[in-house]
C-alpha cells in the first residue's frame, strides 16, 4: 500500500526528473506556472521517492529553478514498486485533464478578475479574449440616455476587459511587477500607456 509521508522541504539541486516523463514543458508554460508561484507562492508540493526522485510536478520544479528557487515543499511517496510509479507518474498528468470547465461559471468568475489576475490563471491571450466575448460588447446602447448610466458602466467594465496588453511570456513576470509597482504609487498605468502610444504614433 501506498503511503506518504508529511511534507518536507526538498533542495532543488537534488531533486532528479524522471528521464521517461511523457509530458512537455514548452517555456511559455513554465513561465505561466513561474508567474503564478510568484504571485501566489509554491501551493502544490512536488511528489517524490525516497531517494530525490521526481514523480510528478517537473513543471513545477523548471518553474522554481527559473526563479532560483533553492528549496520547494515536497511529498515523499513510499511504497511503490517500478510499475505503479511509472502509471503514477501518467496518472498524475492525465486525470486532471479528464475534468471539464462548466464554462458559464468560468466565464463569471474570469469577468470578476482584474486583467493582471487574468493573465496568471493560465489561459492565453487569444483564450481569454474567446471566452471573454470581446467583440459582443454592444456600444450602441449608449443611443439610449435613459439608459446612459448604467451603459456606460457595462462599457467601461467590456473596455477594462477588452484593452488587454500582450506580451512575450518572458516579460510577463516584469510586467506585472510593473504594473503592481505603479498601482502602488496610485498612479494612472492606462494613462502612462496611452501617453506612450500616442508619443510613438507622432513619431511614426
Not at 507562492?41 to 529553478?65: K, M, Q, S, W, Y
Amino acid at each position: 500500500m501506498t503511503e506518504f509521508y508529511a511534507n518536507t522541504i526538498a533542495q532543488v539541486a537534488d531533486l532528479i526528473p524522471y528521464a521517461m516523463n511523457s509530458r512537455t514543458h514548452s517555456d511559455a508554460q513554465v513561465a505561466q506556472i513561474a508567474a503564478s508561484i510568484r504571485e501566489f507562492g509554491f501551493t502544490n508540493p512536488v511528489l517524490i521517492d525516497e531517494a530525490n526522485n521526481l514523480i510528478a510536478g517537473h513543471g513545477r520544479v523548471l518553474a522554481a529553478r527559473k526563479l532560483k528557487m533553492e528549496v520547494v515543499p515536497a511529498i515523499v511517496v513510499t511504497g511503490l514498486d517500478e510499475n505503479r510509479r511509472r502509471a503514477l507518474v501518467i496518472a498524475d498528468n492525465q486525470l486532471a485533464l479528464n475534468a471539464e470547465w462548466d464554462e458559464e461559471k468560468l466565464v463569471a468568475e474570469l469577468q470578476s478578475l482584474t486583467v493582471d489576475m487574468q493573465q496568471l490563471v493560465g489561459f492565453s491571450q487569444d483564450d481569454l479574449v474567446a471566452l471573454l466575448q470581446i467583440s459582443q460588447i454592444d456600444y450602441s446602447i449608449l443611443d439610449d440616455d435613459l439608459e446612459a448610466d448604467q451603459a456606460a458602466d457595462e462599457m467601461e467594465a467590456g473596455v477594462k476587459r477588452a484593452i488587454q496588453i500582450e506580451f512575450e511570456s518572458e516579460h510577463y513576470d516584469e510586467a506585472a511587477e510593473l504594473v503592481k509597482w505603479w498601482r502602488g504609487k496610485e498612479a494612472y498605468v492606462g494613462g502612462m500607456i496611452l501617453n506612450f502610444l500616442r508619443a510613438e504614433k507622432e513619431k511614426a
